[in-house]
């Protein structure tokens, strides 16, 4: 009895010490590993295409540089309660995946989502994020917020834009932008540059200006500025050059339908003229077709006479003889 339980307890020993052995070359990810991402443009737009929202964008490319085919979860941090607009990969166009958004901490969300596949080691993986929030309250003035940008993956370089709506002024940012550059359509954008972030970074950024309009700086509809030109003239445009896009298509069917009748109409008098001439034809060659058919009969049998005789002088054999005669019959 001790001696079957001596050998029991060994087995289970040298399996469990197997198991130890096998454990560390069993590939797994690292909790919380993530891919770097090798470039990041940050975009905030306040009041862009809706008020008093501000707009931001994530577009970068991630690289695996885990060593091993990435099929984690990648995460973004963003402000408490902010409206997502879309979660996307950016490979073959704008695929947008579905995400879980984790509201434990107290001072952020987290965006969670999975690439729609395995991510190779070494590739690079672009992508796009975009969602809305409301740091200030609409009418209030001077419009001011803070922006924390708050990577949860490292960053090799990273441009943030900062985009002041049209009509602003009395612009003031913290930190002070490294750029500036205004454009015909009435923005001016403030551009900042940082490189080798990590997850454990975040930048801040004060933002206030002056603006009486509680507009949007652009048509939310079509993502270009506020038409300026009055509604009436331009339904007016629009029902003009509908009516001359149906004349040209009445026109143009008419022709067709012109060619068309004058097509069908000679095809029937062709047909009248083909009918007339074959009945004619007919009378007048009755005679013909008798006399061609009497002589096709003694043709044939003349063949037959001939075909006989060689095969009685023995120039062809029987088998030759009935292949030639079922041939003439045909």
């Known amino acids: 009895m001790l001696k079957s339980r001596s050998q029991k307890l060994l087995m289970v020993t040298l399996v469990f010490a197997l198991m130890l052995t096998l454990i560390p070359t069993m590939p797994a ?3 919380g590993e993530t891919m770097t991402m090798k470039q990041l443009y940050y975009s905030v737009w306040p009041e862009y295409d809706k008020a008093p929202d501000v707009l931001v964008i994530y577009s970068g490319v991630f690289v695996n540089d885990t060593g091993a085919p990435f099929q984690g979860e990648l995460r973004y941090k963003v402000p408490k309660n902010a409206n997502i607009n879309m979660v996307c990969e950016t ?19 987290v965006i969670v989502w ?53 009509g602003a002024s009395e612009i003031a940012l913290t930190p002070e932008a490294q750029q500036t550059e205004s454009d015909a359509e009435g923005f001016t954008s403030y551009y900042y540059q940082y490189t080798n972030l ?17 507009e949007p700086s652009v048509d939310p509809g079509t993502g270009q500025g506020a038409p300026q030109e009055d509604s009436s003239s331009q339904a007016g445009s629009t029902n003009t050059m509908v009516i001359v896009l149906l004349l040209v298509f009445v026109a143009l069917l008419s022709v067709f339908l012109f060619i068309a009748i004058n097509n069908n109409n000679k095809q029937n008098q062709n047909k009248g003229k083909g009918k007339k001439g074959n009945k004619g034809n007919q009378g007048k060659g009755g005679g013909k077709g008798a006399s061609a ?25 029987e088998e030759t003889y009935h292949q030639l005669l079922e041939e003439i019959d045909d």
């Open 29 to 31: 990810f690292a909790e």
């Open 91 to 109: 490979e073959k166009g704008m695929l947008c995946q579905k995400y879980v958004v984790d509201k434990d901490n107290p001072d952020y969300d």
């Open 114 to 166: 999975k690439p729609s596949h395995p991510v190779e080691p070494g590739a690079e993986f672009p992508v796009m994020m975009e969602y809305y929030h409301q740091p200030f309250a609409a009418g209030s003035s001077p419009k001011a917020f803070t922006e924390t940008f708050r990577p949860a993956f490292p960053v090799e370089t990273l441009a943030v834009d900062i985009k002041a709506p049209t």
């Open 198 to 214: 990590t997850n454990e970074d975040a930048f801040t950024f004060d933002v206030s200006y002056v603006r009486e309009s509680n």
């Open 293 to 317: 058919k009497k002589s096709s009969g003694k043709t044939s049998a003349e063949e037959k006479r001939k075909l006989r005789k060689m095969l009685i002088d023995g120039k062809i054999s």
